[in-house]
């Protein structure tokens, strides 16, 4: 497959060369930058990510269950002390600007934790298939994910099939949902993920995947950065916002993408990007 950059963007534009991450992103959906932070920064990622998780739990709503043990929940930027170390990395920026073009938007923060006893998850992708991508073979949107943990085989890895981000299929339930008589074709593509602390994966949400059965005694939490492309909707399932004094503190780079309200106080997020058919794992 030949892929050239988004319209109008000239690689030698761009901060860092990631040709070889558009091409991975187009035929497989999801590339990675090996060490592009500290473990150190990673653990504090983590800390935050734990805090967040506590008090999301001791409130109604405040986590969506992803299956039995397996959480999602999101958080505003200025509960993540690396917010702007994340948005502005030049790899983020020069991926996010390749594939979605330089108006790209920061629609998403949260994460995923799969606890001990998380089972795996049916197959799926995030949402449907927009019709730019079914006609075009133009991805709208992208996902980049942060571990908290260096991942091993027992604590219920990431797992990808590569390739089928394409795949458009009118039975699909709901657009997201293969069929279970077509799973083996999944399992046969899978590929499992242990990224390790300090590395960033990009991906389409398109592509179909599920998490794994955790069979550790440790969580997997694993930050979420959804951005959108001009067109892409996917806001409207987020209500993330920051305060002023945050907002003001942000790099004029980084304001220009970030697609929230600026608010006098920070209300604590209900969660609505529920996926209703993951609540029961691969039953």
């Given at each position: ?22 091409t ?22 983590r ?29 505003h930027p ?20 390749a594939v979605?073009?330089?108006?790209y938007r ?11 006893g ?25 996902a ?12 219920g ?21 293969p069929?279970?008589?077509?799973y ?33 005694s ?24 920051v ?7 942000l ?12 608010v ?20």
């Amino acid at each position: 497959m030949t892929v050239s950059v988004y319209p109008g963007v000239r690689t030698a534009d761009l901060d860092v060369d990631v040709t070889q991450d558009l091409t991975k992103l187009y035929t497989d959906g999801i590339t990675a930058r090996k060490g592009a932070f500290t473990a150190e920064w990673a653990d504090r990622m983590r800390e935050d990510i734990e805090a967040a998780f506590e008090e999301a739990r001791s409130r109604p709503d405040g986590a969506v269950g992803r299956g039995p043990n397996r959480w999602y929940v999101e958080i505003h930027p200025e509960q993540l002390r690396g917010f702007v170390d994340l948005v502005d990395h030049p790899w983020v920026r020069s991926v996010a600007t390749a594939v979605l073009g330089p108006d790209y938007r920061i629609v998403e923060l949260g994460f995923d934790v799969p606890l001990e006893g998380a089972v795996n998850q049916p197959w799926h992708r995030d949402f449907p298939i927009p019709e730019e991508t079914r006609t075009e073979r133009r991805l709208t949107s992208l996902a980049f994910n942060v571990t908290g943990v260096d991942t091993t085989e027992d604590m219920g890895p990431f797992e990808i099939a590569p390739g089928t981000q394409w795949d458009d299929e009118p039975d699909f339930a709901h657009g997201m949902f293969p069929p279970r008589e077509r799973y083996g074709r999944y399992e046969e593509l899978a590929v499992r993920k242990y990224p390790r602390r300090g590395d960033i994966s990009a991906r389409t949400a398109l592509t179909v995947h599920r998490g794994t059965k955790n069979e550790s005694s440790k969580a997997r939490p694993v930050l979420v950065l959804g951005l959108d492309g001009p067109g892409a909707n996917n806001a409207d399932r987020h209500d993330t916002a920051v305060t002023r004094p945050f907002w003001e503190s942000l790099p004029e780079r980084v304001r220009r993408h970030l697609d929230c309200p600026v608010v006098e106080e920070l209300t604590p997020l209900t969660q609505k990007h529920t996926i209703e058919g993951l609540v029961m794992g691969d039953a």
